[in-house]
């Protein structure tokens, strides 16, 4: 456990990653996402989520040519690690990390009835990944 958590608290780049994974667990995130939500270069971003996959603190898949990481509910030290992140981020006033991730479609005011999503029904995650980035119209 020791090797672990040296390799969880050595860089700021990782404990903003951290925040962002650990603040949105149900999230998939790919690498030029986390670059852009935490605002490291994409070479720091490659480098942590390369070390905290070791530890399996990150799930890896795959997903057409993208590569995409969730936290991993089994990781040992998660209640833990969440439990701090929190508390660390209540104690900040700065901006927390994510916030600038678009809404879930189903929870925006439509202006017109039609333009509402059935409720249920739930777009595919490669379909909702393009759609969150505005490449809607390319994935056809």
């Known amino acids: 456990m020791l090797s672990e958590l040296e390799v969880l608290f050595s860089s700021g780049a990782r404990v903003q990653i951290l925040r962002l994974f650990l603040l949105h667990p149900d999230r998939q995130f790919y690498q030029r996402e986390l670059e852009r939500e935490t ?9 942590e989520v390369a070390r905290l996959s070791e530890i399996d603190l990150l799930l890896r898949s795959e997903e057409g040519n993208r590569v995409y990481y ?8 998660l209640d833990e690690l969440t439990a701090l992140l929190e508390k660390a981020t209540d104690s ?18 439509q ?20 759609q969150v980035e505005g ?5 056809y």
């Open 135 to 139: 490449e809607w119209d390319h994935a």
């Open 111 to 130: 202006p017109f009835t039609w333009m509402e999503s059935p409720s249920g029904t739930a777009l595919p995650p490669a379909l909702r990944q393009r």
């Open 39 to 47: 605002e490291q270069p994409i070479r720091a971003v490659q480098r």
């Open 70 to 77: 969730q936290v991993n509910p089994d990781f040992p030290l």
């Open 92 to 109: 900040e006033p700065e901006e927390k990390p994510g916030q600038h991730l678009p809404p879930e479609p189903s929870s925006i005011q």
